[in-house]
């Protein structure tokens, strides 16, 4: 607001990454600034169906909105995920990094070149898996890694 108490912008911030920060001219143009930076910081998966309407409720006021956002992840700057797909396999590696202060466990599968992202706290059955277990995982392509969206034990 400006001292006439004009609404000029809006914005939208990350209280767990404070330097996230989106703004918009109106509040749905914020929603969508602030779901694409989430999105784009690997907090939240994108739909391909995002658009001006995301069917949530946002609010400038410090709110903070994941309306149209499922899944949980990481990856580059910028980078575009892909559509969902699923992987099988036996879990050959386990590796963990802390990521702008979030956990990731890294996992990699028996005949699969591929690195598979599980980020905590949205997914904490990655917490039940250990080297030899079989699991399935659903993913979403991302540069240079695969973000998982779910996880499970199979038989």
Aim: one cysteine or more.
């Amino acid at each position: 607001k400006d001292n006439a108490g004009l609404v000029k912008m809006y914005a939208m911030l990350d209280i767990q990454r404070y330097q996230n920060v989106a703004v918009g001219d109106s509040v749905a143009e914020c929603q969508v600034a602030y779901l694409t930076l989430l999105a784009e910081s690997g907090v939240i998966a994108r739909p391909d169906d995002w658009g001006e309407d995301s069917g949530g409720t946002g609010s400038g006021t410090g709110g903070t909105s994941n309306a149209g956002g499922t899944g949980s992840g990481t990856g580059d700057s910028g980078a575009n995920l892909g559509p969902t797909s699923t992987a099988t396999g036996t879990v050959t590696r386990i590796a963990t990094a802390v990521i702008d202060g979030n956990s990731h466990f890294y996992l990699t599968l028996a005949d699969d070149s591929n690195i598979y992202d599980c980020a905590l706290p949205e997914l904490l059955a990655v917490l039940q898996i250990d080297v030899g277990q079989s699991v399935r995982l659903t993913y979403r392509q991302a540069e240079g890694v695969r973000i998982v969206q779910s996880i499970g034990l199979l038989p």
